[in-house]
């Protein structure tokens, strides 16, 4: 299972990329296995700011929806469009191309409160 040492984590097991004020968004490896195959992201809240914990989209796999949690507040940038034609690039790559959304950060200090790889090891039991 991957999980790199260099990102944050949340229980609802999304990932951050934090640079400068600009946070890049998705789910964890643990995350996309457990749903199996995805077949459609859905963001439809690029250029809205929203709260940190407000949902930003959802993710459909074969099995199941499931809601999308934004870890930090701020504006929501940019959706990572080419997955609307292969959302199978989050089961594939979710640290590189299965990338969500990019959020410019209203509140820095919220990233404090996001876990370690090693936090986020412990909560999902590897």
């Given amino acids: ?50 709260d940190a914990e407000e949902i930003f989209g959802t993710v459909e796999a074969v099995k199941t929806v499931s809601d999308l949690f934004l870890p930090l507040s701020g504006e929501i940038i940019e959706f990572n469009e080419s997955l609307e034609d292969e959302p199978e690039k989050v089961n594939s790559d979710p640290y590189g191309d299965g990338w969500m959304i990019k959020v410019k950060c209203s509140d820095l200090s919220q990233a404090e409160e996001l876990m370690s790889a090693d936090d986020y090891k412990a909560l999902i039991g590897v």
């Fill in 1 to 50: 299972m991957n999980i790199p040492s260099e990102l944050k984590y949340t229980k609802d097991h999304e990932w951050i990329k934090l640079e400068g004020d600009v946070a890049t968004i998705g789910i964890t490896d643990f995350a996309q296995s457990e749903l199996g195959d995805i077949v459609y992201v859905e963001v439809e809240t690029v250029d809205e700011t929203l």
